[in-house]
């Protein structure tokens, strides 16, 4: 079976079972290559301690995922390698509350083959029956290895100083080599001499640097080449352009049901406007340049998969790109409904879950860089409850395991009063890991940059992570919206310049901002009348975009007077991580001082009444207004 297999493994941080779902996550990728998402070609197995398995929560998130549409593989193997100790624990009643670490496997009904390591016969006996149970009944099963440690858990760990009567046996128990070898001779297979020659011989092969098993012929219809991805940088060029008359013809495809379908009379509104955006008699908001742009790309072949906890729909009502008929509950996917050769769009409404969806979704972005792969968090602030696959994935796998990925984050991100849980994706935590151009952090702020920011990031041949600090009630912002024109003709701007009509030579003050925060500077200016103070965005906070900052800010080289806006408190937000690059791109000599709410520990504050004095003393105090 080896001659004809490709093997394949994943590089694992220290964090014990997060690696489960990112293994999961690669091998649907290949399913999804395949177009056999129940084959048997792509096998997962996942090896597990037995205090970590049941110990650690992520396991039971990715067992819950094991049977959901979105992530099921046809079932995965688990290996349980159960010395009974775990790291070191000193009394087994300790590890855990039921009697077999494996029973955790229970809550997907999985199979449990309990087997002694010791008799390597029977392991091998278990291991073919776990494999024909999974290519049979697509599901998941356990291998409870039940073994022992017969060292320490580390070099510098004593075992028998906490498990002393447990050791005592160990040191007097024959190893499972001496089992074997001695069952061989009982029944005139081999004898002691032969046993020993031949670990002899493989050690002196080892010691020669000699293969020591068998060469296989990889299957090149499971191999991916990724040098067309090597090399890249942020900032390249990119063939962005689509043609304007094939952008509306794209447009109208996906703003157009069947008759059959019924709708639900909010989302039929919503259908009736993107008709007319694409006529061109309405400009585009935030859902209907997001979905022309996944149009644009499965038109020219490239795949999207998008999955999260509301993605279908959208947290905020706002994508409905999955159609829900009112008659009799099926549904209908107008992207998927491009043209016969278009690439795939694939949606997935998650099981309640951000660190196994997080790490499935990064595995599978490993895996197929020819996809748009695309995590949506239902709120920003719930993304922490994946930051360890952030940490140890997402921002550093690249630089520690030379594995490329190009999943995007969208992290719905504002301040509109909804309190300190449904306010802030914690932007500063981005910002503190990017170094080595490792991620890109955006904050859009319209329709075009949001359409143009996710052709760039499928088209370059750049695979990075991208981290987009989504709106909230920004989707719905009368200004917040963009031509047919800007899509078809513009490009994903890091930096963009004062949009009114002000004299240069006249403003004192440049106002920095990213984000919803700008309407609001941009409003209260407009109100006031003033003319004297330009007002900046940074949509692209890292890689820090210092050449088109400096384009922008080059009309007002004698301006003295800068200014960071920004909602989060002074210890959250841009900031800290941020000003030294800030203070690069203005003019020297220029000061720049901080306008927005005063270091905080809770992201924000519980009352509204509060929340709008701080909203307006922040914006008044970036416009110098008393």
Excluded at 382 to 407: H, P, T, Y
Aim: charged content about 20%; overall charge negative; glycine content about 6%.
């Amino acid at each position: 079976m080896a001659a004809w297999c490709t093997w394949r493994w994943r590089l694992t941080p220290s964090h014990l079972e997060i690696v489960s779902p990112v293994v999961i996550g690669s091998v649907r990728a290949r399913l999804d290559r395949l177009d056999e998402p129940s084959s048997n070609k792509v096998l997962p197995i996942t090896i597990h301690g037995d205090a970590a398995v049941t110990g650690q929560g992520v396991v039971q998130e990715t067992l819950n995922m094991s049977k959901a549409r979105g992530y099921e593989v046809g079932g995965t193997v688990r290996i349980v390698i159960n010395n009974q100790v775990g790291f070191t624990t000193s009394n087994p009643l300790d590890a855990r509350s039921t009697p077999y670490c494996t029973d955790i496997g229970k809550m997907v009904q999985a199979p449990i083959f309990h087997v002694n390591a010791d008799d390597p016969e029977a392991v091998a006996f278990v291991t073919r029956l776990a494999l024909d149970f999974r290519n049979t009944f697509k599901r998941d099963v356990f291998i409870d290895l039940v073994c022992y440690r017969r060292h320490g858990h580390n070099e510098a760990d004593e075992p028998s100083a906490t498990q002393p009567l447990m050791y005592q046996k160990i040191k007097k128990h024959p190893t499972p080599r001496k089992i074997y070898a001695d069952k061989l001779e009982q029944e005139k297979v081999a004898t002691l001499e032969d046993a020993t020659e031949m670990v002899n011989l493989y050690r002196d092969a080892l010691d020669a640097g000699d293969c020591v098993v068998a060469e296989w012929r990889p299957m090149n219809m499971h191999s991916f080449t990724w040098s067309p991805y090597l090399n890249h940088e942020w900032d390249e060029e990119y063939p962005n352009k689509v043609e304007m008359k094939r952008l509306q013809e794209l447009a109208k495809r996906i703003s157009t049901v069947p008759e059959a379908v019924e709708m639900q009379s909010r989302v039929a509104k919503i259908y009736g406007d993107r008709q007319a955006m694409a006529a061109g008699e309405k400009l585009f908001d935030w859902g209907g340049a997001e979905n022309l742009a996944y149009a644009t790309l499965v038109d020219e072949g490239i795949p999207v998969r998008l999955s999260g906890e509301d993605s279908g729909r959208g947290t905020f009502f706002h994508r409905h790109a999955v159609i829900h008929n009112q008659s009799n509950g099926s549904t209908y996917t107008p992207l998927q409904h491009i043209h016969n050769g278009q690439g795939a769009f694939r949606v997935w409404d998650s099981v309640l879950s951000e660190e196994a969806v997080l790490a499935f979704e990064y595995g599978y972005a490993t895996a197929e860089p020819r996809t748009l792969t695309i995590w949506e968090a239902q709120f920003g602030d719930f993304a922490n409850g994946a930051q360890v696959v952030i940490d140890q994935f997402i921002s550093s796998g690249e630089q520690k395991w030379g594995r490329m990925c190009g999943l995007v984050m969208l992290l719905p991100h504002g301040y509109e009063g909804q309190g300190p849980e449904h306010s802030s994706a914690r932007l500063e935590r981005y910002l503190q890991l990017c170094a080595e151009q490792n991620m890109q952090v955006c904050v859009p702020s319209t329709p075009a940059q949001v359409y143009h920011m996710l052709r760039r990031q499928a088209l370059r041949g750049m695979r990075r992570p991208l981290v987009v600090m989504s709106p909230k009630s920004l989707l719905r912002h009368p200004l917040a919206v963009s031509s047919l024109e800007e899509l078809a003709n513009g490009t994903f701007l890091p930096a963009i310049g004062e949009i009114d009509e002000l004299d240069p030579k006249g403003v004192k003050r440049v106002v920095m901002c990213s984000g919803k925060v700008y309407y609001d500077l941009l409003e209260q200016r407009r109100k006031n009348n003033q003319h004297d103070v330009a007002i900046v965005r940074i949509e692209q906070l890292y890689p820090f975009p210092h050449k088109a900052m400096q384009e922008v800010l080059q009309q007002f080289a004698h301006v003295k007077d800068f200014v960071w806006c920004q909602e989060e408190p002074l210890n959250q937000g841009a900031w800290y991580c941020s000003q030294h690059h800030f203070r690069e791109v203005i003019p020297f000599g220029a000061s720049l001082r901080y306008a927005g709410r005063p270091a905080s520990a809770s992201p924000a504050v519980g009352y509204m009444s509060v929340h709008q004095k701080q909203q307006q003393d922040l914006v008044n105090d970036a416009l110098n207004v008393e």
